[in-house]
């Protein structure tokens, strides 16, 4: 992701996407909530159309909760809110979100692993 400024409680953060298969796709969302070091949540617009007023595109809630453990530190990802998606765009949501947080927490993964 190359962002175009940090994260900012209550504002709009944007971006294109680095990841291979969609570079320079546009990205945006409105962080929800920061409590450095342990949350930080997001919400961001699902839309087919570039030009859409994302303030009002059905959005996804998305949640990085980070716990201590007696082993380490667990990382727990949760995307909710699907049901404000177009019902015929749910399932297709869903599916790509969700392999893409599984591609996303291997990335994580071998980030803290170096």
Known sequence: MQLDGPF?????TTGRITYP???GAKWTSVTERMEAPRL???RWPHYNDPEADVSKAPSTRVEFRLDPTTNGTRLTVT???FE????GER???LHSNEEGWEIQAENIKAYVED
Do not use: N, W
């Open 91 to 93: 399932d297709e949501a």
């Open 40 to 42: 930080f949540a997001f």
């Open 21 to 23: 298969g969609h570079e």
């Open 84 to 87: 404000s998606l177009p019902e």
């Open 8 to 12: 900012v409680v209550g504002e709009e």
């Open 79 to 81: 995307e909710s809110g």
